[in-house]
């Protein structure tokens, strides 16, 4: 909906003059952002700097590792997890009242490639430094960071604290992976049907991150199918292993698990069992 012009229409209609403007995803290249904001009836929004979000579920994830039963913290609890095989790169992980959190370990940034959506009409750049925070101070040094924006974006963005990236927004890369993204369609009926395990992230020559879709043993698993419809084998000397770095045997609903690297699995991959079990 929300990568779809008339999607985004649609809620402009709906709302008419109570809505005030329309944020739209990271996930759409440079080219798309500038036709949208010169198209859309209303202000537009996007994120400049701040967390991507890999992975949510409504379910406690981390207070049943973290915390003993007779614990009296409280959510909010925040930590790094990654796997045994891959521990330098760690994704922060934050669970709330709200659910569970899961970062990409570096920031969108698009603060020097502002130019062409300022001319574009786009209204409001969103500084998003909540992971940033100190004590009660969630917008540290913002007022500097502005002033930069204006004055020295790329110097802004060679010191800034976390490593950054900006994966959707550069056309001549990013509207492929979008596109393959898009054609997650061709697997709604092996996700609903058959599908184990979904690929959320990957990291190429390093590791993959997977979300289980229900339970299964891995002695079942046998391949992977990408969303252009290509089947992968999965390699035998591949061990899945969950967010405490553990070799695992066997994987419940709704859990996250890393691999070593398996070429060509893409985020919207699905794991597949022996004979579709």
């Given at each position: 909906?929300n990568?779809?012009?008339?999607?985004l229409?649609?809620?402009?209609?709906?709302?008419?003059?109570?809505?005030?403007?329309?944020?739209?995803?990271?996930?759409?290249?440079?080219?798309?952002?500038?036709?949208?904001?010169?198209?859309?009836p209303?202000?537009?929004?996007?994120?400049?700097?701040?967390?991507?979000?890999?992975?949510?579920?409504?379910r406690s994830?981390?207070?049943?590792?973290?915390?003993?039963?007779?614990?009296?913290?409280?959510?909010?609890?925040?930590?790094t997890?990654?796997?045994?095989?891959?521990?330098?790169r760690?994704f922060?992980?934050?669970?709330?009242?709200?659910?569970?959190?899961?970062?990409?370990?570096?920031?969108?940034?698009?603060?020097?490639?502002?130019?062409?959506l300022?001319?574009?009409?786009?209204?409001?750049?969103?500084?998003?430094?909540?992971?940033?925070g100190?004590?009660a101070?969630?917008?540290?040094?913002?007022e500097?960071?502005c002033?930069q924006?204006?004055?020295d974006?790329?110097?802004?963005?060679?010191?800034?604290?976390?490593?950054?990236?900006?994966?959707?927004?550069n056309?001549?890369?990013?509207?492929?992976?979008?596109?393959?993204?898009k054609?997650?369609?061709?697997?709604?009926?092996?996700?609903?049907?058959?599908?184990?395990?979904?690929?959320l992230?990957?990291?190429?020559?390093?590791?993959?991150?997977?979300?289980?879709?229900?339970?299964?043993?891995?002695?079942?698993?046998?391949?992977?199918?990408?969303p252009?419809?290509?089947?992968?084998?999965?390699?035998?000397?591949?061990?899945?292993?969950?967010?405490?770095?553990?070799?695992?045997?066997?994987?419940?609903?709704?859990?996250?698990?890393?691999?070593?690297?398996i070429?060509?699995?893409?985020?919207?991959?699905?794991?597949?069992?022996?004979?579709?079990?």
């Amino acid at each position: 909906g929300n990568h779809n012009l008339e999607a985004l229409r649609g809620w402009c209609e709906i709302f008419s003059d109570s809505l005030e403007r329309l944020i739209l995803s990271i996930e759409l290249p440079e080219q798309k952002l500038i036709e949208y904001c010169q198209t859309l009836p209303i202000s537009c929004e996007v994120l400049g700097v701040g967390q991507i979000l890999l992975f949510y579920s409504p379910r406690s994830l981390l207070s049943q590792h973290l915390l003993d039963s007779e614990s009296q913290q409280k959510v909010p609890l925040q930590t790094t997890v990654s796997s045994e095989d891959s521990n330098n790169r760690p994704f922060p992980t934050l669970e709330t009242v709200h659910g569970t959190f899961m970062f990409l370990d570096k920031d969108q940034f698009i603060l020097d490639k502002l130019d062409r959506l300022q001319e574009a009409g786009l209204h409001t750049v969103c500084l998003d430094l909540r992971h940033l925070g100190k004590d009660a101070d969630v917008a540290v040094d913002v007022e500097q960071i502005c002033s930069q924006i204006l004055t020295d974006p790329i110097s802004l963005r060679k010191n800034w604290p976390r490593p950054t990236r900006s994966p959707f927004f550069n056309a001549n890369r990013t509207t492929s992976i979008f596109s393959r993204m898009k054609s997650k369609h061709k697997l709604i009926q092996y996700r609903q049907e058959v599908g184990l395990a979904e690929v959320l992230a990957g990291e190429s020559g390093n590791y993959v991150v997977f979300h289980s879709l229900r339970p299964f043993a891995v002695s079942q698993l046998e391949k992977i199918i990408v969303p252009t419809g290509e089947e992968i084998e999965i390699p035998e000397e591949i061990v899945f292993r969950n967010l405490n770095g553990q070799v695992i045997e066997s994987c419940d609903r709704e859990q996250i698990i890393i691999t070593d690297w398996i070429k060509k699995a893409m985020p919207g991959s699905l794991l597949l069992g022996k004979n579709g079990e």
